[in-house]
C-alpha cells in the first residue's frame, strides 16, 4: 500500500496557474500508473489525468487537454499536476491515486490507493 498526500491547491483567478503535488511514502511509485481525479459536492469523481507507468505515456480529460500537464518525478517518489490558464469550472477538489499496472484507468474505481485531496478554486 502507498500513502499519497497532495497539495499545492488555493485560490487563483481565471487564466491563471496552479501546480498541484503528490507525495508517496510506503512504496515506489515509479511502477504504478498514477491519475488525478476531480470532484464537486453532489457529483462523481471525474478523470483529469493520467500517467502510464512505462514509458509514461500521459492521458488527459478533454475538459483539460492542452492547458494541463502530468509529469513524475520519480527521484522524489511525486506526481505533479501543472494546470495553466484556469477556469471556474476548474474548481474542484482534487485527489491523487495509485494502481499497480501498467496504464492508468478513467475509472475512479480501479486505483487501490487515494490521497486525501486539496481544494482548487478558480474565481471569475
Known amino acids: 500500500q502507498v500513502q499519497l498526500v497532495e497539495s499545492g491547491g488555493g485560490l487563483v483567478q481565471a487564466g491563471g496557474s496552479l501546480q498541484l503535488s503528490c507525495a508517496a511514502s510506503g512504496r515506489t511509485i515509479s511502477s504504478s500508473a498514477m491519475g488525478w481525479f476531480r470532484q464537486t459536492p453532489g457529483k462523481e469523481r471525474d478523470f483529469v489525468a493520467g500517467?502510464?507507468?512505462?514509458?509514461?505515456?500521459?492521458y488527459y480529460a478533454d475538459s483539460v487537454k492542452g492547458r494541463f500537464t502530468i509529469a513524475r518525478d520519480n527521484a522524489k517518489n511525486t506526481v505533479l499536476l501543472q494546470m495553466n490558464s484556469l477556469k471556474p469550472e476548474d474548481t474542484a477538489i482534487y485527489y491523487c491515486a495509485a494502481r499497480t499496472t501498467l496504464a492508468p484507468s478513467y475509472s475512479p474505481k480501479s486505483y487501490t490507493d487515494w490521497g486525501q485531496g486539496t481544494q482548487v478554486t478558480v474565481s471569475s
Open positions: 500517467l502510464a507507468w512505462n514509458p509514461g505515456t500521459p
